[in-house]
């Protein structure tokens, strides 16, 4: 199983980002996938979720309104739409799947992608 | 919101030694509790899951106990792979919660 984050990169206050997700060895569509994120020097703070079909999303409430979590899953990719980004918005990037049953933990982590947010 | 703690913070050992990590949370929690470990530029790495069972491919030094508010992670005899940052993570009604961590040094 692996997973791998694209997409991030340095972008000002109010500006917006696109991660990407594109996982492979496991049947994509059967699982729940996350973003967790982590900035410097801080331990893991989860952002967000979605099931395996797309239809059910949850959010962190730091995010709500201004992150929108996606799947493709045609293409075994999970997206993270990044809007209004603000500097505590600076952190880390992991995407991972949740557990087949009851999504309760995560078991494959890829290994990041690093967003900047600054003037 | 359920907040989760770690204690100790920074726990210095030696090869060999028993360490245990306390997390705790701040009301009683169900089984949905997960250790992960982590290393200096790596993404955390499953260990326990539902708060005893060992991950496949985790080594059977690593055990994992607790319910209601109080739950450990005991590394039975310490090796160099395993200094590192732990850190706990509870679910509940799709919320995912981390502790805040524990260092894992070389004394």
């Known amino acids: 199983v692996q997973m791998k984050e694209s997409g991030g990169s340095v972008v000002h206050p109010g500006g917006s980002l696109r991660l990407s997700c594109a996982a492979s060895?496991?049947?994509?569509?059967?699982?729940?996938m996350s973003w967790v994120r982590q900035a410097p020097g801080q331990g893991p703070e989860w952002v967000a979720t979605?099931?395996?079909?797309?239809?059910?999303?949850y959010y962190a409430d730091f995010v709500k309104g201004r992150f929108t979590v996606s799947r493709d899953n045609s293409k075994n990719t999970m997206y993270l739409q990044m809007n209004s980004l603000r500097a505590g918005d600076t952190a880390t990037y992991y995407c991972a799947n949740n557990n087949w049953n009851d999504m309760s933990y995560l078991n494959h982590w890829g290994p990041g992608t690093p967003v900047t947010v600054s003037s | 919101d359920i907040q989760m703690t770690q204690s100790p913070s920074t726990l210095s050992a030696s090869i060999g030694d028993r360490v245990t990590i306390t997390c705790r949370a701040s009301?009683?929690?169900?089984?949905?509790l997960a250790w992960y470990q982590q290393t200096p530029g790596k993404a955390p790495k499953l260990l326990i899951y539902?708060?005893?069972t060992v991950e496949d491919g985790v080594p059977s030094r690593f055990r994992g106990s607790g319910s209601g508010t109080d739950f450990t992670l005991t590394i039975s005899s310490l090796q160099p792979d395993d200094f590192a940052t732990y850190y706990c993570?509870?679910?509940?009604?799709?919320?995912?919660?981390f502790g805040p961590g524990t260092r894992v040094e070389i004394k």
């Open positions: 060895g496991i049947q994509f569509g059967s699982y729940a």
């Open positions: 993570q509870h679910y509940d009604n799709y919320q995912w919660t």
């Open positions: 979605i099931s395996g079909t797309g239809f059910n999303t």
């Open positions: 539902k708060a005893s």
């Open positions: 009301q009683t929690i169900s089984g949905f």
